[in-house]
């Protein structure tokens, strides 16, 4: 029987444990769930800090594009609705959180933002 270079098995020395603070080198592999939690609120926070670092982006140049209007109203009705629209979305962004929390807490998921004591809580005839 013929075998393709993709079913050739290669091994691999040593172990793959990850590398960083993501990395599970020396540790025991039951702290898994904890670098989850720390790279899902780490993500959380970037994409939070991305979005406020956009809304002022998107205020600042509507703010120049209502000086640099020059009286026109279309203008400056242009750049008011920028405006809004970028508090609208950094407003969305800051308030997903919340009700994700909330919503979580209504159906008895209390650690919807928490998955890893919510996996550690799992029952094990569960799994």
């Known amino acids: 029987m013929e075998r393709l270079l993709a079913q050739q098995e290669i091994p691999?020395?040593?172990n793959i444990e990850g590398f960083g603070p993501l990395g599970l080198e020396g540790r025991n592999p039951a702290q898994s769930t904890t670098i989850f939690?720390?790279?899902?609120?780490?993500?959380?926070?970037?994409?939070?800090i991305i979005a406020a670092v956009y809304f002022t982006f998107v205020?600042?140049?509507g703010a120049i594009a209502i000086i640099s209007?020059?009286?026109d109203k279309q203008k400056v009705g242009e750049?008011?609705?920028?405006?809004?629209t970028g508090l609208v979305g950094l407003v969305i962004v800051i308030a997903g959180i919340?009700?994700?929390?909330?919503?979580?807490t209504l159906?008895?998921?209390?650690?919807i933002l928490n998955p890893g004591e919510f996996i550690q809580r799992i029952p094990p005839w569960i799994i």
């Open 59 to 61: 205020l600042i140049s």
């Open 98 to 104: 919340f009700i994700i929390e909330l919503v979580g």
């Open 69 to 71: 209007s020059g009286g």
């Open 37 to 48: 939690n720390f790279f899902l609120s780490s993500t959380i926070g970037l994409l939070t």
């Open 12 to 14: 691999i020395p040593g």
């Open 107 to 111: 159906f008895g998921f209390d650690l």
């Open 79 to 84: 750049a008011r609705a920028r405006i809004t």
